[in-house]
């Protein structure tokens, strides 16, 4: 199978920092890559899907890059909403993998 | 507004079934591939299993293949999950989601707790 595996696994952080996680996969995937945000006690949410599409209704400030087997989400200007847990996924054959998460905290 | 609704957790003793239901609305359910992901409370998320919009071409993660089974009844807007030979480690929130084959996640149900012990 291929594995996804995210770093940083914890962040620290300041409100306006740029942030940027990345995700590599074990074998190429090409762009079949999502990125989900999920705060405490919710289901996540979709951010970026295809590696760089972003979902309507994210704000801009989330992008996302890559192909093959790099992927990055990047946070332009991180604010105070944005303090979460933060996953990629492939989804470009079964079984789909998810990356184990990265903790973005406040600094 | 989408909605996904799911039903049927509970608590289980190891060996044991349950069967899991995912109630949809908001939109035209057989246009959609659907998935389930599972979440030990405080951990990461598991894809366990995924299925085509004509019921066809399931897939399932390692960890359930052979007792885990995904269906779906398009007159009826509903997804499913029938658990079996149930294990401690399938403890978790199982979340009903909108997504499979090349498609990603994007709907997300609040998901229903199956916690299985003696």
């Known amino acids: 199978d291929i594995q996804m595996t995210q770093s940083p696994s914890t962040l620290s952080a300041s409100v306006g920092d740029r942030v940027t996680i990345t995700c590599r996969a074990s074998?190429?995937?090409?762009?079949?890559l999502a990125w989900y945000q999920q705060k405490p006690a919710k289901a996540p949410q979709l951010l970026i899907y295809?590696?760089?599409n972003l979902e309507g209704g994210v704000p801009s400030r989330f992008s996302g890059s890559g192909s093959g087997t790099e992927f990055t989400l990047t946070i332009s200007s991180l604010q105070p909403d944005d303090f979460a847990t933060y996953y990629c996924?492939?989804?470009?054959?079964?079984?789909?993998?998810f990356g184990q998460g990265t903790k973005v905290e406040i600094k | 507004e989408v909605q996904l609704v799911e039903s049927g957790g509970g608590v289980v003793r190891p060996g044991g079934s349950l069967r899991l239901s995912c109630a949809a609305s908001?939109?035209?359910?057989?246009?959609?591939?659907m998935t389930w992901v599972r979440q030990v409370p405080g951990k990461g998320l598991e894809w366990v299993s995924a299925?085509?919009?004509?019921?066809?071409?399931?897939g399932y993660a390692e960890s359930v293949k052979g007792r885990f089974t995904i269906s779906r009844d398009n007159a009826k807007n509903s997804l499913y999950l029938q658990m079996n030979s149930l294990r401690a480690e399938d403890t978790a929130l199982y979340h009903c989601?909108?997504?499979?084959?090349?498609?990603?996640?994007?709907?997300w149900g609040q998901g229903t707790l199956v916690t299985v012990s003696s």
């Open positions: 074998q190429t995937i090409n762009t079949w």
């Open positions: 996924q492939r989804y470009n054959s079964y079984p789909w993998t």
């Open positions: 989601v909108r997504g499979g084959g090349y498609n990603h996640l994007d709907c």
């Open positions: 908001g939109f035209t359910f057989h246009d959609y591939g």
């Open positions: 295809k590696a760089s």
């Open positions: 299925i085509n919009w004509n019921g066809g071409s399931p």
